[in-house]
């Protein structure tokens, strides 16, 4: 069975930097996309960027200018760092495992997420 | 948000209720990619419907899709409590864009 884990700080200052890891457990981190995707207070969900077991990554172009995702095999973990935040990135952050169907990959496994708070 | 889903719904037990999303040519006209979640409070989504119509293995057949033109839809037959949750679609939108999600629908099991 797929488990995913968030973990990271609870609270970041405004302007600094937003650092998550999303721990995988119960199956291999090669293969497979893995997203972020993130949830606003009483809002909907807002993708991320995913990244490939290779390394290959795609972000949302709205946050792309300060969005890194990373992935480690070797720990299998992967990780989501946004810099320069604003109380506007405050939300419930989702790690995500792809399910591919069809030849696309859905979200089809998700951690149970973690506030994160950008206040000072 | 890029997808456009009424902000609520609501059904009596054993109805049905329809849930539509509406995007562009560029996202739910031009891909078959539109998939549907659904999300308890406190939860994390779940993954309902994929590929328009279809549903992963332990999704009841209650829960349906559709799509027309740039316009996808989620019917719930036979309106259960359990299904009083928000639902959220979502779709493929191309190499430069990604994935789009909708605002989110509240449905309300009278």
Redesign the interface.
């Known amino acids: 069975q797929v488990q995913l884990q968030e973990s990271g700080p609870g609270l970041v200052k405004p302007s600094g930097t937003l650092s998550l890891t999303c721990a995988v457990s119960g199956d291999s981190i090669s293969s497979n996309w893995w997203s972020w995707?993130r949830q606003s207070p009483g809002?909907?969900?807002?993708?991320i960027?995913?990244i490939y077991h290779s390394g290959s990554a795609?972000?949302?172009?709205s946050l792309e200018s300060r969005v890194t995702i990373s992935i480690d095999e070797s720990k299998k973990h992967f990780s989501l760092n946004l810099k320069s935040v604003t109380a506007a990135d405050t939300a419930v952050y989702?790690c995500t495992r792809g399910?591919e169907?069809?030849g696309?990959d859905?979200?089809?496994y998700?951690?149970?997420?973690t506030l994160v708070t950008v206040s000072s | 948000s890029a997808l456009t889903q009424p902000p609520s719904a609501s059904g009596s037990p054993a109805q049905s209720v329809t849930i539509s999303c509406t995007g562009t040519s560029s996202d739910v006209g031009a891909y078959k990619y539109v998939s549907w979640y659904q999300q308890h409070p406190g939860k994390a989504p779940k993954l309902i419907i994929y590929e328009v119509d279809k549903r992963p293995s332990g999704v009841p057949d209650r829960f349906s899709g559709s799509k027309s033109g740039n316009r996808a839809s989620l019917t719930v037959s036979g309106l259960q409590a359990e299904d009083e949750a928000d639902y959220y679609c979502s779709s493929y939108a191309g190499s430069d864009n990604g994935v789009f999600f909708g605002g989110g629908t509240k449905l309300t099991v009278l």
């Open positions: 995707v809002q909907g969900l807002e993708w960027g995913e795609n972000y949302n172009p989702f399910v169907y069809g696309y859905y979200f089809g998700w951690g149970q997420g």
